[in-house]
T-cell receptor, first 111, second 116 residues
């Protein structure tokens, strides 16, 4: 079992829909949780970062972490065609050097 | 300001040849990271530099892989005697490092390596 599991999709939804993206993980020592967005042939860019459990909101994006269930989510409201990309969850232990990534979910927003 | 840059953007090589991949981090960033993104495998952490030092090289896939960083800036990832399974996108990231705290990693566009 990989440390971080993420459904690769593709996930296709109509414009304006609420999108829910999720990851599960097995390492209870993970404390930092991140969501990256990656457009085709580009490097990942950070969308959201959360420390430990809880929710964080930034515009149309909400990140949730449930450490008791080892489950993290990213919600996108009022989805736009420009949101079409691969969304990668990432996490790390405190003081860790590298990030542990999920495989990424390919999201398609249909106009 | 300028972001992380990587060169070349694409590299096609023959099996058995050596390749060098270059990363220029964001100016002033002390930490530098290399990742590999293979089809269907997600991003895999390879190695991290704090300054010119790489404290842990265990993430490198084999002894054909090596990395160095000079002057606390540019880093090169070298793959010797390339194999077809080395084909992937190699991503570099940098951050301002404060150990024990969260440090956002800024990624470059990657080098797409194809081994024929």
């Amino acid at each position: 079992q990989k440390e971080v599991e993420q459904d690769p999709g593709p996930l296709s939804v109509p414009e304006g829909a609420i999108v829910s993206l999720n990851c599960t993980y097995s390492n209870s020592a993970f404390q930092y949780f991140m969501w990256y967005r990656q457009y085709s042939r580009k490097g990942p860019e950070l969308l959201m970062y959360t420390y430990s459990s809880g929710n964080k909101e930034d515009g149309r994006f909400t990140a949730q972490v449930d450490k008791s269930s080892k489950y993290i989510s990213l919600f996108i409201r009022d989805s736009q065609p420009s949101d079409s990309a691969t969304y990668l969850c990432a996490m790390s232990e405190v003081g860790a050097d590298g990030l542990t990534f999920g495989k990424g979910t390919h999201l398609i927003i249909q106009p | 300001g300028a972001g992380v840059s990587q060169s070349p953007s694409n590299k096609v090589t023959e099996k058995g040849k050596d390749v060098e991949l270059r990363c220029d981090p964001i100016s002033g960033h002390t930490a530098l990271y290399w990742y590999r993104q293979s089809l269907g495998q997600g991003l895999e952490f390879l190695i991290y530099f704090q300054g010119n030092s790489a404290p842990d090289k265990s993430g490198l896939p084999s002894d054909r892989f090596s990395a160095e960083r000079t002057g606390g800036s540019v880093s090169t990832l070298t793959i010797q005697r390339t194999q077809q399974e080395d084909s992937a996108v190699y991503l570099c990231a940098s951050s301002g490092r404060h150990r024990g705290l969260y440090n956002e990693q800024f990624f470059g566009p990657g080098t797409r390596l194809t081994v024929l």
